[in-house]
């Protein structure tokens, strides 16, 4: 009964590959969103995404691409990775504003 | 945009003991204020919240404060056990789904 789940847990890849992690929430949410958080722990948004419509798009390089199937999923794809998208990626959820619930994210190690 | 503050970066207290943490915000039109605990390997997990109508609220041993017009808020923690060690996140939002987080406070109840 996980309110919201990420697949993988752990990515281990090469330089140049390209990824996705996919992430679920069975809470009835409208609002997903998809967070890095660096090393030094720091939060940070990347996408937001209300009843399948983008509606928050910071400032992240074209490489990734969030793609929400359905109000249950949103998606994230990753082109041609770079050694500075090591991190770890939160999927979020929340009932159209306000309250966040995170995934158990996604630690992305690129070599 | 929104620039969030915390303070301090680590905190280390006896079990028994109180925790406060500050956050400072910039953006006056900021109107939700949620407190987030990660504990290791684990998503951020939403204890408290504020919303800017509301000076203070309590939820058992913890309670945040916000003082609007110094632009900040301040979560206190009570009688603290071994558990309560995590690292801690505020975070500001005018919009209710762009959130800003502070650096985070890594806290250590000693036992």
């Known amino acids: 009964d996980t309110a919201v789940s990420q697949t993988p847990k752990y990515l281990v890849t090469q330089m140049g590959n390209d990824k996705s992690i996919k992430c679920e929430q069975n809470l009835g949410h409208d609002t997903m969103y998809w967070y890095k958080q660096d090393s030094k722990k720091f939060l940070k948004i990347m996408f937001s995404?209300?009843?399948?419509?983008?509606?928050i798009n910071e400032t992240v390089p074209n490489r990734f691409s969030p793609k929400s199937p359905d109000k249950a999923h949103l998606n994230l794809h990753i082109n041609s990775l770079e050694l500075g998208d090591s991190a770890v990626y939160f999927c979020?959820?929340?009932?159209?504003?306000?309250?966040?619930?995170f995934g158990p994210g996604t630690r992305l190690t690129v070599t | 945009g929104e620039n969030v503050e915390q303070h301090p970066s680590t905190l280390s207290v006896q079990e028994g003991d109180s925790a406060v943490i500050k956050c400072t915000y910039s953006?006056?039109?900021?109107?939700?204020f949620p407190w987030y605990k990660q504990e290791l390997g684990k998503g951020p997990q939403l204890i408290i919240d504020i919303r800017s109508n509301v000076g203070e609220k309590k939820d058992q041993r913890i309670a945040v404060t916000l003082n609007k017009t110094a632009k900040h808020f301040s979560l206190h923690i009570t009688e603290t056990q071994p558990e309560d060690s995590a690292v801690y996140f505020c975070a500001a939002s005018s919009t209710g789904n762009q959130f800003y987080f502070g650096t985070g406070t890594s806290l250590t109840v000693i036992p």
């Open positions: 953006d006056s039109a900021s109107n939700y």
């Open positions: 979020a959820s929340s009932p159209s504003t306000y309250e966040q619930y």
């Open positions: 995404y209300n009843n399948k419509e983008l509606i």
